[in-house]
């Protein structure tokens, strides 16, 4: 029964990985649902760094909580630099392009190490499902 609820787990934990890559592009959150889509993502983010955490796996806790604070600390620092947050690339300053650029560049790079993470989980468990 263990096995079913990892399966679930990391099922779980795909989609939620999807609804948060989808929503943490770098444009910051004008609208309550996306907002609500961005903290439900970190919330499963940071709840797998901390299982990860338990089971002593460093390398995928800092994956994981860094996948997590990465937009947010682009939005403050869009906030810090600029005075305001840019949610139209149309009134965005000249210098946004750039840090755009370098915050898909580590998302990107993140998000696919996470997804490796989640997808070798996953498929472990389906192979343990049929070795009990």
Known sequence: MDTYSKIVKFSILLI??????????????NTFVRTVLL???????????YTYNRDKAYFKTGIFACLCALPWAFYLQQKLIFGEYVTALNTAPQTFTHMMVVFNLFRYLLLVFAFFILVKGLFLSIKNLYET
């Open 16 to 29: 939620l990985l999807f609804i948060f890559a989808t929503n943490s592009y770098a444009l910051c959150p």
């Open 39 to 49: 903290l439900l993502g970190s919330v499963s983010l940071i709840f797998s760094a």
